[in-house]
């Protein structure tokens, strides 16, 4: 008897992890082919030439489960010894698979950020069945792409061309190229179903490639290639309701896998990307009927940073930005993309309308300021221990997509594990005060929880709402 799915089930985004020859439409009658050459079209030229380019990813870590505090209480021992199992400290071992493109003969590979997010360990295994331990270059967590670099090459290694990912269009041939399922390199074959999609929601950059290709959990990390072999996007991510494809795939455009590959081969440990300097909103069709726009698109100034490259370029707060280099924008989303992906240092043209009339602004592409960090890590036996917080400046407000007008220290990373996870920090959260104590920075988290105290009352401020907690001890 068949099973019956829900209908209305929820779908879920699921971590995975050209041109087309064009002829002119007519009307044909069914026949015989005529000649061997009608009957053996094939991709395998294409498959040949992209292959061995495509590697299999395999990351660990170890993870250490910390035994019950109870067996620390001498009472507790005296008693009962060391007869029960994990008296001791235990340790286990989380693997992830998905796959790479090496994209440089001396063995750099891009993947996905969350094929190897938290790894200490990286092997890849290449389609001659070689595996060679990697190194991690770079990791971005808002691209959700990282670099590689194969240990101790002594070879060159086959790698992909980068293509255009500007260039294609909708309907174009593509084959996606990973190790679905940890089943072996797979190849499948599809189209552009379409471009530009950014309510994905997969990284801070929603600005994907979609699709029809075969792609499934295994896929992440591996190479979506147009009809002359060359890469122009990274299969990152499936729509499904039971985990296998139903031909809704997302990839990274490659232009994008440009900017993190630059800064990797630099020698930088994070992307240096442009900063605006402006809170953007998009435009609902209220927004564009009270603007007498024509259709709701485009990205709209909300805010401006004094100090920033769009104050400087003349941006006020309800400019509407419309394309970036003549690439048109149509929400917020797409401008992050475009303006994202232009190199620091030069300048970038955005359209402009401003009350009905239209023109051109001048942004130069700076990064944010850095400012003073001072980074600290909180180990104290407090509901803080295992934060990683910093001062919050624009370069990290940027970052984390936070509100430059923020004041405090943010959290930066959390520590498996650690009390402050299971306190529910989360990266990205503003500290704002401890005990009515403001946090103005670092050094005053730092002095607050060296204090003993029996609560713990916490202002936090996430995703621009104010959250007031308080913990006993």
């Known amino acids: 008897m068949p099973h019956l799915f829900r209908i209305a089930a929820i779908a879920l985004l699921v971590p995975l992890l050209s ?21 053996s079209l094939s991709f395998a030229p294409v498959v040949k030439k992209a292959a061995p380019a ?6 660990s870590r170890v993870i250490r489960q910390s035994r019950n505090p109870l067996f620390d209480d001498p009472f507790f021992r005296q008693f009962f010894g060391d007869q029960f199992p994990g008296m001791e400290s235990r340790e286990r071992v989380q693997r992830a698979l998905g796959s790479g493109v090496i994209v440089d003969p001396s063995g750099i590979i891009v993947t996905n950020y969350h094929v190897i997010e938290h790894a200490d360990q990286v092997k890849v295994a290449l389609l001659d069945k070689r595996e060679f331990e990697a190194e991690i270059l770079l990791r971005d967590q808002r691209s959700d792409l990282a670099v590689l670099k194969i240990k101790d090459a002594h070879e060159r290694f086959p790698a992909l061309e980068f293509g255009d990912s500007d260039a294609i269009e909708v309907g174009d041939l593509v084959l996606a190229i990973g190790d679905p399922f940890g089943v072996g390199q797979t ?13 994905v929601g997969i990284s801070d950059y929603s600005f994907f490639i979609q699709t029809d290709a075969a792609i ?88 401006v940073d ?72 909180i180990k104290t036996d407090t509901p803080f221990s295992g934060i990683k917080a910093v001062n919050l400046s624009p370069a990290v407000a940027d970052e984390l997509r936070l509100d430059t007008s923020a004041k405090g220290v943010v959290v930066l990373d959390v520590a498996d594990g650690s009390a402050a996870e299971s306190v529910g920090f989360k990266r990205g959260d503003i500290i704002v ?26 202002v936090l401020n996430r995703g621009g709402r104010e959250i007031a907690v308080v913990l006993r001890g």
């Open 306 to 377: 004094p100090g920033g490259p769009a104050a400087q370029a003349g941006i006020k707060p309800g400019d509407l930005i419309v394309a970036v280099d003549g690439q048109p924008v149509d929400d917020q989303a797409s401008f992050g993309y475009r303006f994202g992906t232009k190199p620091i240092g030069g300048i970038v043209q955005l359209s402009i309308e401003r009350n009905g009339k239209s023109f051109t602004a001048h942004v130069r592409l700076a990064s944010a300021p850095e400012g003073a960090l001072d980074e600290i890590t």
């Open 54 to 59: 495509v590697v299999n990813v395999y990351a």
């Open 216 to 303: 499934n959990p295994g896929n992440s990390g591996g190479a979506l290639v147009d009809m002359s072999g060359r890469l122009v996007g990274i299969n990152t991510a499936i729509y499904s309701q039971s985990g296998g494809s139903i031909g809704i795939g997302f990839a990274i455009p490659v232009n994008m896998v440009r900017v993190v590959l630059a800064s990797a081969q630099s020698g930088g440990k994070a992307v240096k990307r442009p900063w605006f300097g402006a809170k953007l909103q998009n435009v609902t069709p209220e927004i564009a009927e009270s603007m007498g726009l024509k259709r709701p698109s485009g990205a709209l100034v909300a805010d």
């Open 433 to 458: 005060s401890v005990n009515d104590q403001k946090i103005e920075k670092t050094r005053d988290l730092e002095r607050v929880t060296r204090e003993r105290s029996r609560s713990w009352k916490i």
């Open 187 to 199: 190849v499948t074959q599809g189209i552009i179903s379409a471009l530009a999609r950014t309510n």
């Open 19 to 39: 041109a087309a020859a064009s002829a002119q439409a007519q009307l044909t009658v069914p026949r015989i082919p005529q000649s061997r050459g009608e009957i």
